[in-house]
């Protein structure tokens, strides 16, 4: 059974910092490529941030580029997204998800998602 | 990032079907036959229900069923549920190998 459980989240001041992490297990996490993606309160999904199966490509959404970093340790079969520069408008549910496709480059959309962890942003 | 088009709300009533479109470009939705949909249920994560623009993965019901014409796609539920009371989003590939999720579509079980 594929699960991921992500960690990390809470409440933060604008302009710090905060690390997600999202541990897998039930696949080959080396196999599929994973990605964040966010939910502010009452609103849609936005995608945040991809990498490739084994780590060596990531690619980010707009509104977080050059503050988020995306990285996985395949050895712990964990993803992690540090947040820097966090701003009010960061705030959302931060969901881990596996994607669908089996292959390094393999970013069509994910199955399985995680539970979520919520990240608040505010003074 | 474009998002895609999707309706705000659907309704209907148990029985009936009822359709959900989701409007993208030439860069996305038409382009490519990656256009998947996901079913929300408040306070829960998003469940996969087609993939492909067509197939459903296995344990989804056949009463989802899903479309694609040119730059929309569509999410069609037949014989509608009480339990099919959800918000709804439809993702797609695009060409510069993001992901466009639509804004979601609120269906209402009369």
């Known amino acids: 059974e594929v699960q991921l459980l992500e960690s990390g989240g809470g409440l933060v001041q604008p302009g710090g910092s905060l690390r997600l992490a999202c541990e897998a297990s039930?696949?080959?996490?080396?196999?599929?490529?994973v990605r964040w993606v966010r939910q502010a309160p009452g609103k849609g999904l936005e995608w945040v941030s991809v990498?490739?199966?084994?780590?060596?490509?990531?690619y980010y959404a707009d509104s977080v580029k050059g503050r988020f970093t995306i990285s996985r340790d395949n050895s712990k079969n964990t993803l992690y997204l540090q947040m820097n520069s966090l701003r009010a408008e960061d705030t959302a549910v931060y969901y881990c998800?596996?994607?669908?496709?089996?292959?390094?480059?393999?970013?069509?959309?994910?199955?399985?998602w995680g539970q979520g962890t919520l990240v608040t942003v505010s003074s | 990032q474009s998002a895609l088009t999707q309706p705000a709300s659907v309704s209907g009533s148990p029985g009936q079907s009822i359709t959900i479109s989701c409007t993208g470009t030439?860069?996305?939705?038409?382009?490519?036959?990656?256009v998947s949909w996901y079913q929300q249920h408040p306070g829960k994560a998003p469940k996969l229900m087609i993939y492909d623009v067509s197939d459903r993965p296995s344990g989804v019901s056949n009463r989802f069923s899903g479309s694609k014409s040119g730059n929309t796609a569509s999410l069609t539920i037949s014989g509608l549920q009480a339990e099919d009371e959800a918000d709804y989003y439809c993702?797609?590939?695009?060409?510069?190998?993001?992901?466009?999720f639509g804004g979601g579509t609120k269906v209402t079980v009369l």
């Open positions: 030439s860069s996305d939705v038409g382009g490519y036959n990656y």
């Open positions: 998800a596996k994607e669908r496709r089996l292959g390094e480059f393999s970013f069509v959309g994910p199955d399985y």
């Open positions: 993702s797609s590939y695009t060409t510069s190998s993001t992901l466009a």
């Open positions: 990498t490739s199966a084994s780590g060596g490509s990531t």
């Open positions: 039930g696949f080959t996490f080396n196999s599929y490529a």
